[in-house]
């Protein structure tokens, strides 16, 4: 059967244009883009940034495991200003795990559920992640724990 037969018969209303079907989940090109949908692929990529930490935990742990002078290595390698951006980074996706499960929870209650509502949480997940992060290097760096 033709595209245009398809697009005839089509119960469904898969085909918007007839003869040329539309996606058939939400997409970039049929979804207006909102800051709920950056929200969400945000949290995703924090998924991936996780992993990323969960090998930097396993080599702080391999340097445990190697004695002091490898040990020693990996402390002047997080100490160095790649390592602290790199714990920065990590520290942005602490924070956009604690608030993303908080606005994921508060959904869950059937709380937030409004255009406007979610639209702050989402706000507040998109950017409070970078401002408690600058916060709270800001603080190590003024009480002297980490430095340049």
Known sequence: MSQAAD?????TGRFAVP???????????????????LASILFRVTIGAVSVGALIVLGWLAAL??????YT???TVAASPFGLFIGFGLT?????????GARHETNDLGVGLSLKTANTLASLCVWGPVVLAVL???ALFATGRAVL
Do not use: C, Y
């Open 7 to 11: 697009a005839k018969d089509d119960q």
């Open 92 to 100: 942005v996706v602490l924070f956009s795990f604690i608030l993303n």
């Open 136 to 138: 709270f290097w800001a």
């Open 19 to 37: 003869g040329k079907p539309r996606p058939l989940s939400p997409h970039l090109q049929v979804w207006r883009w909102h800051v709920t949908m």
């Open 65 to 70: 495991a190697f004695g002091p002078e490898a």
């Open 73 to 75: 290595g990996f402390l």
